[in-house]
């Protein structure tokens, strides 16, 4: 066949507008739940004849429904609603944090559909503990799943910088984690013949809080993420600042108390999150050196709430410095949303008069009119979901080449 030369230039634009709007429909369904073709053909300026075709397109891949919407409308056809096809395509989600392992099997979507968990010792550089550990999950997921189900793509979130691209962990400094090639490494273990792109766990955790958590709907938001110490995603016009080299947003390391803070994991004083990381919170409530984790914060929380002097004390010390912090970010950024999660989801509460009264004293008058504070509309799982989310983002960027290709 010979193709005239100018065809083929035409063809290729037209074929990368075809795939880039059967993306867009899917990932508008993916997210929005039922939606109508009303809805879609004015949300993606379209006609109703063209998302009549995308959508038959990817119903016959398996990948959506149309139903009749609940209840009767208006007189004349009813627009259909496109779903989902639930319990059939799914990405498997990982989420490694200082103190827990995490597997999901996670439909298309967005739900939950299966789960793995294990605790995680901080017991220094943990490569292939951590690959084996979350290795077998992800084949028990994978094997677990219904038997005509397509795993379309693998996601994990880790606690430490991230070079975009192949999954390496330039540097995790809680648990001593240097230029390991944790992506590769799972993926090779895994075996599944699909690679695991890797995120930060706070660039996911904003980017997740602002497609399915607190954050829906809103172009400029601050997510903080508190594990053992405080990462952050900052997303302005809808898209996260991740920096030249995908490094940006490290929020817990802001210098907030350079002349007498306290030591910082990254060799540094007065971080952000020395000041009000774990150890910060359970030194200024006096609890012994040998207790750490999720438990003993939430020990000091509950006694706070009980009226403890000490725990108060604590948290309202803490709350001060994260409210210099939060101050200095609003003043920045003007987001519209700041996000408090992790485990500054349970400081927050108790230190919240103190992040309220350094905005009001902090912050410029016009840019904090509008802004509100939240903990993460997600729970525990908003790096979880942020990771499922980047497992997908190849099905939506070519849905029908990525199933061809599952
Ligand atoms: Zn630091």
């Not at 259909?80 to 996670?106: E, G, K, Q, S, T």
């Not at 101050?327 to 992790?342: E, Q, R, S, T």
Request: glycine share 16%; net charge neutral.
């Amino acid at each position: 066949m010979s193709i005239a030369p100018a065809t083929p230039a035409i063809g290729m634009a037209q074929e990368q507008i075809h795939r880039h709007n059967v993306g867009t429909l899917l990932r508008h369904v993916h997210l929005g739940g039922s939606v109508s073709r009303a809805v879609l053909a004015e949300r993606m300026g379209l006609n109703r004849s063209t998302i009549m075709a995308l959508t038959a397109e990817l119903s016959a891949a398996g990948l959506v429904c149309e139903e009749r919407p609940a209840g009767r409308g208006r007189a004349g056809r009813p627009s259909l609603v496109v779903r989902v096809r639930p319990n059939w395509a799914y990405v498997l989600a990982f989420d490694v944090a200082v103190d827990r392992l995490v597997a999901a099997r996670v439909g298309l979507g967005g739900a939950v559909l299966d789960r793995r968990e294990a605790v995680r010792q901080r017991a220094g550089a943990d490569l292939d503990h951590v690959v084996e550990v979350l290795a077998r999950f992800g084949r028990q997921l994978h094997e677990a799943a219904p038997p005509d189900s397509v795993c379309v793509g693998l996601g994990a979130s880790y606690c430490g910088m991230i070079r975009p691209g192949d999954g390496m962990v330039r540097f995790g400094p809680d648990m001593g984690w240097v230029d390991q090639a944790f992506g590769a490494e799972l993926s090779r273990r895994l075996g599944l013949g699909i690679p695991v792109p890797v995120g930060n766990e706070a660039h996911l955790g904003a980017q997740a809080e602002q497609l399915r958590g607190a954050g829906v709907g809103l172009e400029n938001l601050l997510y903080l993420h508190g594990d053992v110490g405080v990462g952050g995603g900052i997303i302005v016009g809808g898209k996260l600042l991740d920096g030249d080299g995908g490094y940006g947003c490290e929020l817990g390391h802001m210098v907030v108390n350079p002349y007498d803070g306290r030591p910082c994991g990254c060799g540094s004083h007065g971080c952000l999150e020395a000041e009000v990381g774990e150890r910060a919170l359970l030194d200024a409530a006096g609890r012994p050196a040998d207790l750490w984790g999720r438990d003993a914060l939430r020990a000091v929380v509950d006694d706070a709430d009980r009226g403890d002097e000490l725990a108060r004390e604590a948290l309202r010390r803490v709350g001060d410095w994260l409210g210099i912090g939060v101050a200095n970010l609003i003043n920045l950024f003007n987001p519209g949303m700041v996000i408090f999660g992790g485990m500054l989801r349970d400081v927050y509460p108790g230190a919240a008069p103190q992040v309220r009264h350094r905005i009001a004293t902090n912050v410029l008058p016009v840019a904090r009119e509008r802004v509100r504070l939240r903990t993460s509309g997600l729970g525990d799982d908003s790096t979880l979901v942020g990771a499922a989310e980047l497992g997908f983002a190849a099905l939506m960027a070519d849905p029908l080449g990525v199933l061809a290709r599952a």
